[in-house]
């Protein structure tokens, strides 16, 4: 047990070492997004599960048997009916064995170090990426949709996904739709994710403002987002043009 210890301890002394450098050279952020709030609103600072990160693990150990068994094997191969380029390419194969392996599970563990989720009471910031690292915005009152995904392994690890789906123009982004008028916005790796999901739709239902500081109108403020669209200039205008041509059809 005391062994275990030591072990922990140093491998997180090592782990923070190498973020230190890695997250200087990247300029990656240590602390959660900041997300604009009034005087006295409820912030809350998630982050994925730690079952996730040993979803991630598991599936890391897996690839890296598969592709580390291929190169031995082909290795070996080549020791067999070329001795001398065995010999020769072996700094090569142990590079290629064992330095993407390093780099793959110091980058899983700076990625679930970077991927924050923070909820206020009239919206969220969603953060992930290393390399190109990502921030979503999205207000509650323009939620559509919040469903849960949830895979076999998934379940079997014990954590969900959280997708909420949003109204937006464009699809564009990270984490849009491509071609439609819907955003996604995608909480990872949630251990209590049925528990996140209610509580962003009481919040959805209890939304009064516009978002970030901007106060709805009271004259609508009791409409949902549906009725908002309907009644949208465009479509109006769209539904007096079908009207004109169905006039001109007539006569």
């Known amino acids: 047990m005391k062994e275990n210890g030591v072990i922990h301890e140093a491998t997180q002394w090592c782990y923070t070492g190498i973020w230190g450098i890695l997250s200087s050279y990247f300029k990656l952020p240590k602390d959660p997004p900041n997300l604009p709030s009034v005087e006295g609103e409820n912030v809350e600072y998630l982050h994925p599960s730690e079952a996730f990160l040993r979803y991630r693990k598991f599936e890391f150990w897996i690839m890296l048997f598969v592709v580390d068994i291929f190169l031995i094997v ?3 191969v080549i020791f067999i009916f070329t001795p001398w380029l065995g010999v020769l390419v072996t700094p090569i194969a142990l590079a290629l064995i064992i330095l993407p392996d390093i780099v793959a599970y110091i980058g899983i563990h700076l990625n679930y170090d970077t991927t924050w989720y923070v909820l206020s009471d009239r919206s969220m910031r969603l953060r992930r990426g290393v390399w190109n690292l990502h921030e979503t915005t999205i207000t509650f009152e323009n939620i559509q949709n919040i469903h849960i995904e949830q895979g076999p ?11 909420v789906q949003t109204a937006g123009g464009g699809g564009g982004g990270p984490q849009g739709v491509p071609g439609s008028m819907m955003h996604l916005g995608v909480l990872i790796g ?3 994710a049925q528990e996140i999901r209610e509580r962003i739709l009481a919040r959805c239902g209890k939304q009064s403002g516009a978002g970030l500081g901007e106060e709805r109108s009271s004259d609508v403020s009791d ?7 309907l009644i949208d200039p465009r479509h109006v205008m769209l539904l007096r043009e079908i009207r004109d041509l169905t006039a001109q059809l007539a006569k």
Not at 153 to 163: A, I
Not at 223 to 229: F, I, L, N
């Open 190 to 192: 949630l251990s209590n």
């Open 223 to 229: 409409e949902s987002p549906v009725q908002r669209m």
């Open 74 to 76: 082909l290795w070996g």
């Open 153 to 163: 392994l998934q379940r079997w690890f014990g954590f969900s996904n959280l997708v």
